[in-house]
C-alpha cells in the first residue's frame, strides 16, 4: 500500500495536466500510506468540471474503454479505463464471484444491464476470468430471463436486489422455481437491508451476497461480501484503500464508528481518484472473517450520507426509523420525522397515525410500545406522537419528504 | 478450406452426441471442400429442436459464453461459444473495423445493443482486439448518444443502419452535427438499400459501410464491406465458407446468378453449423475488391427467400416494385402486387391509386410511366393498374400483405 501510494503520489505530481497540477500543488513528500491523511478529498463535482476528459493522465487515445453515468442532471461523468485498469476491473470482480461460491464449470447469468454503466460488463470481464459460462442477460425481460434461467441451469446469477426479487415472482408464477439450480446471487447497485436477503434467500433457495462499487473506483468490485462472512463485506485494498471519514468534516471518525466511505484508488492507471468522498455511510469491522480472506472488512453500507440525522452524536438512519413504524401494523405506513433543534441538543420526534379509529383508546399504549422499540434500535430518546387516523399530511407526487426541521415554535408540518 | 472442412467432417462423425450422429450417419468420405454437397443442409428449426444443449459438441460447463435470440415465437435459439470461438468471433470483427477504416488510436462508439443479442459484445470483442478506446453506449437514448458522439469525439460507430438515420436526425436537431467528428460508420442487423447509405453518408458526412452476420453463424463479423469496395462485401471464407443455393432445391445456382445463401462453419468449436440455410438471397462476385483484400466477395443481401418472387426465371423483390411505386407522386404509397398464375407463365400486376382525383384524366399516362420504369429496373413485363383515389384496400393492424396470388378468375384482393 505505501509503495503504491507513494508511486502514484509521485506520478501525479509529475503530469503535465492542469487537473493535476492543480490538486497536487500543495501536497508535500508522502512516505508511507500513513501520510494519507495529507492529500486532498476528491469529490464528485469534480468529475463533471472536468468533462470529458480534463482528469486524465493519460491521452485519451490510449485508454482503452469509457464508462459513463446517465446523466440526468446535465452532463453525465465520464470515466476512462486504460487496458491495465480492465484487467485490474476484471480481477477484483474475478475474485468476488468465486467469494460468492462460483467454478469454472458454472453457468453464470448476468442480469445487470450492459453498456455504459459498469455493471454488466465489470462482472462479465469477472466472469470471463473465472472461466464460467457466461450467459449475457442484460437488464429487463424478467419472464423471459426467468425462462432461461431455468432451461439454461445456472448456478449463480448477478443483478439489483430489486431485479432479484422481481425475477423470483415471474419464476413462481410461471412454476419455473423448482428448475431453476441457482445456488448464488450477487447483488449490488442498490443499498439493501438485511430484511431484503432474507427474502430473496428464502424465495430462490440461494446465499445472497452483497457487492459494493462506483464508476468512480471502478465499478462493481470494490468490495464484496463473502459466503462465511455475510453482514461485513471485504474491500480489495490492495486497489482500493479505505479510510472512513466525518460526513461534516475531514477528519478520519474513531476505528469502528460511523462515517463516510473514502476511497484511494492505489493503482488506477488512466483516472485515479485521490481520496474520493463516496457519500456512503459505513464503519471499519475489526473481527476476521471467517472465510480466511485478509482484506480489511467494512460494515454493509448503511446509506448516504445526505440521508443521516445526526441527533446528540449518535448517526440515525431515517430507513430504521421507518423499518420500526412499518412493523407495527396498529399505525398506517405514514410517518414524519422531526427533528427539533430549539434546543442545543437536538431531540426526535417521530409523528405517526392510527390505523383505525377503533384503536383510539389504545393510543398511549401503541406509543409506548414504538417508543421502546426505536429507543432499543437507535439508542437515543425518541417522543412518538400517534395521532387520529388520516392526520398526516399526505403528498401525490414526487419523492415523499419525510424530514422535518423544527427551529421555531411553529410546526413544520404546518 | 478443404483441411478444415476435413477435419471437421472427421470430429463430427465421432461425436457421441445423438444429433451429430444422425446428421453426419449417411456422410461418406470428405477429402476436400469440393465435396461439401454431400453432406446435408441445417436448418434453423434444428435449433429449436435441440434447444438448449443438443446440438453442442463439448460440454456446456466447457462452453465461454452464451448468445441468444429474443425468442418472440416461443422457446429462444441459443448459440454456445467456447473460448476458442470468442477469439475468432473478435477476430472478424478486428478485421471487419479495420475495413472501414479503424486505426488503435480511434474512438469506436458502439450502439448496438449489448445482451444476448450477438451485435454489441460482438463488435464490442474486436474492437478490443484492434485497441481503439471502446465507448460501450449500446442501444436507445438517442439523444444523449449524439451529445456523447459530440463530446466524446468518436471517429467511427457502430449501429443498425435505423438508429444511424434516427441518431443523425437527433444530432441535426440539437445542433451538433458540426462537433461530431466520425469518419465511418459500420451498420447491420438489418437489411439495408443503396438509397439508404447514400441517405445517411450525406447525413453523417461518413463512409456507411454494411456488415452481416447472423448468430446461427457466429454474429456480426461473417461479411464485411471494405471502403474501397462498397457494394460487395466479402465473406471471412478461412472460417465461413459460403454456397448460393436454389432457394426452393438443393443445387447450386450458376455461378453469378443470384440464390439463398448457405454457410458452413470451417472452424466452429462449440456448435458448429454444416451448410446452414440463411434464407438470405445474395450472388457470388468474382471482381476483385480494389481494396486488395482477396476473401471471396458476394452481393449485398437482397432480401429474405420467403420474400423474392420469381417470375418467369426473374428474381424479383416486393421491395423494388416499392421502391418506384414510392417514387412517383400521383400515385399514393398504398400499392398490391398481384402475381397472376393462370398461365404456365406467371405475370406480374401492380396496382397502384391516383393521389388526387384530379389527375383522373391522367391515368394512362401515369400508369405507361410506372410500366416503363418498372420494367427498367426489373427487366419483365409488368402490368400497372392505376386505380381510383383510396380504391385500394386498408389494413390498420399488422404487417401489411403487399403480395398476392391469382390462380383463379376471383380477384384476389376481393
Redesign the interface.
Known amino acids: 500500500q505505501s509503495d503504491r501510494l507513494t508511486g502514484l503520489v509521485h506520478r501525479l505530481k509529475s503530469l503535465d495536466v492542469p487537473y493535476w497540477q492543480e490538486k497536487m500543488s500543495g501536497v508535500g513528500f508522502v512516505t508511507s500510506i500513513d501520510d494519507i491523511a495529507e492529500l486532498p478529498f476528491t469529490v464528485k463535482s469534480e468529475l463533471r468540471d472536468t468533462?470529458?476528459y480534463d482528469m486524465l493522465t493519460m491521452p485519451?487515445?490510449?485508454?482503452?474503454?469509457?464508462?459513463?453515468s446517465?446523466?440526468t442532471s446535465g452532463?453525465?461523468t465520464?470515466v476512462?479505463y486504460s487496458k491495465e485498469d480492465l484487467r485490474v476491473f476484471a480481477d477484483v470482480n474475478a475474485r468476488s464471484i468465486t467469494c460468492a461460491g462460483a467454478r469454472p464449470?458454472?453457468?453464470f447469468h448476468i442480469a445487470y444491464?450492459?453498456?455504459?454503466f459498469t455493471g454488466?460488463?465489470g462482472l462479465h470481464g469477472g466472469a470471463?476470468m473465472v472461466?464460467v459460462?457466461?450467459?449475457?442477460?442484460?437488464g429487463g425481460?424478467s419472464a423471459?430471463q426467468a425462462?432461461?434461467l431455468a432451461?439454461?441451469?445456472a448456478r449463480g446469477f448477478c443483478c439489483t436486489p430489486s431485479f432479484a426479487v422481481l425475477l423470483g415472482e415471474r419464476a413462481i408464477e410461471l412454476g419455473l422455481m423448482d428448475q431453476i439450480k441457482a445456488e448464488y446471487a450477487i447483488l449490488g447497485a442498490e443499498p439493501w437491508s438485511e430484511a431484503m436477503r432474507q427474502k430473496i434467500e428464502d424465495m430462490w433457495g440461494v446465499d445472497a451476497l452483497d457487492i459494493y462499487g462506483l464508476s468512480e473506483i471502478i465499478g462493481p468490485g470494490v468490495m464484496m461480501e463473502s459466503v462465511a462472512g455475510k453482514g461485513a463485506p471485504f474491500i480489495y485494498d490492495d486497489h482500493f484503500f479505505p479510510e472512513v471519514i466525518e460526513p461534516d468534516g475531514d477528519n478520519a471518525v474513531p476505528r469502528g464508528e460511523y462515517g463516510e466511505l473514502v476511497i484511494t484508488t492505489l493503482t488506477k492507471e488512466a483516472q485515479p481518484m485521490i481520496r474520493y468522498r463516496t457519500g456512503d455511510v459505513t464503519r471499519f469491522v475489526d473481527e476476521p472473517s471467517a472465510c480466511g480472506r485478509t482484506f480489511q472488512r467494512l460494515d454493509r453500507i448503511s446509506g448516504r450520507v445526505d440521508d443521516m440525522l445526526i441527533i446528540r452524536g449518535v448517526n440515525v438512519f431515517p430507513s430504521a426509523i421507518e423499518a420500526i413504524v412499518l412493523d407495527d401494523d396498529s399505525v398506517t405506513g405514514q410517518y414524519a420525522i422531526v427533528v427539533d433543534r430549539r434546543d442545543a441538543m437536538a431531540n426526535l420526534e417521530v409523528r405517526c397515525e392510527l390505523s383505525d379509529a377503533a384503536d383510539l383508546s389504545k393510543r398511549d399504549e401503541i406509543r409506548d410500545r414504538l417508543e421502546r422499540a426505536l429507543n432499543r434500535t437507535l439508542r437515543i430518546r425518541v417522543a412518538v406522537n400517534v395521532g387520529d387516523p388520516q392526520s398526516l399530511p399526505r403528498q401525490e407526487v414526487g419523492k415523499a419528504k419525510r424530514v422535518f426541521q423544527r427551529t421555531g415554535d411553529d410546526d413544520p408540518l404546518g
Do not use: Q
Open positions: 468533462y470529458p485519451i487515445e490510449d485508454c482503452a474503454r469509457i464508462h459513463a446517465s446523466g452532463k453525465p465520464v476512462a464449470d458454472d453457468i444491464g450492459y453498456g455504459l454488466g460488463l470471463e472461466g459460462t457466461v450467459v449475457p442477460a442484460s425481460n423471459f425462462g432461461l432451461d439454461l441451469g
